[in-house]
């Protein structure tokens, strides 16, 4: 099923006619974050300007979209976002690295779950209706055949509003199963079979606790990351009919155009400059925060907390999520960057830390917690790290997993935001921050969600803010605003700090 296919057979002649697909599944381990990859990969490889989205909250996967399509891969969320904010981010990101010929979704868990039993909010299709973008379904076929037909056929009339346009068959064992599966499924439902990928341990990316490994850091520690994407676009392209994909994803009306977006420049004259952690430890940012602070006036510097000896001259910094329990030793081991970054919020610095940046934050980082569990974190030894110190507590890794959408709102004025703004975010975290001093200070509330403590979150000291909150920038439009705005202020008031 090896396809020939060409890049100048498909093109967007006008900016809202955007070719576009969206990959989803009847489950979560279905293999629709693979068979993206390897369609991102081929369509890459053949030419295409391949724009990718990612439904829901992760930072994972679209570290991997990015990688292979060289464009920043943006997640759209349709409880965060309104409607008319998918369309905003999803049309500016095909057309600000480029005009982008084709677009390509990966949906999050199964088509239909959503935050609620009753309501597709939340939801994969929510997306593809808000979108009117057709679904490629990705069905997990291990053991079963003609079953796969009332598969395909419950999501197809579950929701008449969904265009299931294709379905690719995954884990199938051999002919004789593929052929039963395919006829089954055309047959009974009319959708057509579109892939079929058999049963290949080679394509298997490396797990851990929050999902994937980090592109950033699976590229630096595995001398074969370009044979893995190379194996999965191979087994892709040979088992998925490519042509049909685009023919699918060229089958598409116009998105309305919008008469505003978030996404406009503002013209300053003096920028301050936000130093954005970013190494194997921290990689957890969204590309629409970094690039709406960029917006609205900031220069951002990077540096690694791994490698890095000095904290560059920053008038701010902000420290995304990640995996600092994996990498405590290397994190404890440089003293001079925990030096500079704890001196530096002594004397005021605006410094934002989210989740893994919050526990970097605080005084010490254990991991291996005894009579905690070991929630796939067999490579964590039993251990006690020193860390920055700028913000009190102990944070502890163990059983404790924490997944929800957050509702904030903030009591005290921050880097981030000011008394009395509200925000929709999202929290993913494996770890607690306990041994808190009885007068600690907190700016955030939250009316959904766990926070730090009691429904509590942004733990503060001076200009320093900790939370287990993720932000999402093109969802609370105070973000980059207030955060420029409240370093220039600072900066207006002393000297950068080195």
Known sequence: MTAVIHANALTATEGERIPRVLISAGSSSSGKTTVTIGLLATLSRAGYKVQPFKVGLDYIDPSYYSEITGRRARNIDGYLMSEERVRDVFLHGCETDGKADIAIIEG??????????LSDIGSTAQIAKVLNCPVILVLNTRSITRSAAAIVSGFKTFDPQVNIAGVILNNIGGQRHAKKAKEA?????????????????????????????????????????????????????????????????????????????????????EKPVIGIALDEAFNFYYHDNLELLELAGAELHYF????????????????????????????????????????????????YGECGGLMYLTQKLTTGVKEKGMYHMSDMPVSTYE?????????????????????????????????????????????????????????????????????WDGLTVKNTLGCYAHLVASSYDDFAKSFVEFVKGMRGSKKSLH
């Open 387 to 455: 860390m920055v110190g700028a913000l009190p507590g102990h944070t502890l890794m163990g059983h404790k997993r924490v997944v929800s959408y957050n509702i904030g709102s903030f009591s005290l004025d921050t880097v981030i935001g000011k008394t009395g703004n509200s925000f929709f975010a999202h929290e993913f975290h494996h770890s607690e921050v306990t041994e808190l001093p009885a007068d600690a200070k907190f700016a955030i509330k939250l009316s959904r969600g766990t926070g730090i403590i009691d429904g």
């Open 185 to 269: 499924i055309e047959h009974y439902t009319s959708v057509p079979v579109i892939g079929i990928i058999h049963r290949n341990n080679e394509m298997m990316i490396s797990m851990r606790h929050l999902g994937l490994v980090p592109a950033i850091e699976e590229r630096r520690r595995s001398v074969d990351f370009e044979d893995k994407i190379g194996t999965i676009q191979k087994v892709i392209s040979e088992g998925v009919g490519i042509e049909k994909v685009l023919g699918i994803a060229r089958r598409v009306s116009p998105l309305p155009r919008l008469s505003n977006t978030i996404f406009v420049p503002r013209e300053v004259t």
């Open 108 to 117: 999050v868990r199964g088509l239909y779950e959503g935050l609620e039993s």
């Open 304 to 351: 690694s907390p791994v490698h890095d000896k000095h904290l560059p001259k920053v008038d701010a910094i902000y420290i995304g999520g990640g995996y600092p329990e994996l990498f405590a030793t290397e994190l404890e081991a440089n003293v001079s960057m925990r030096k500079d970054i704890k001196a530096a919020s002594e004397a005021g610095l605006p410094i």
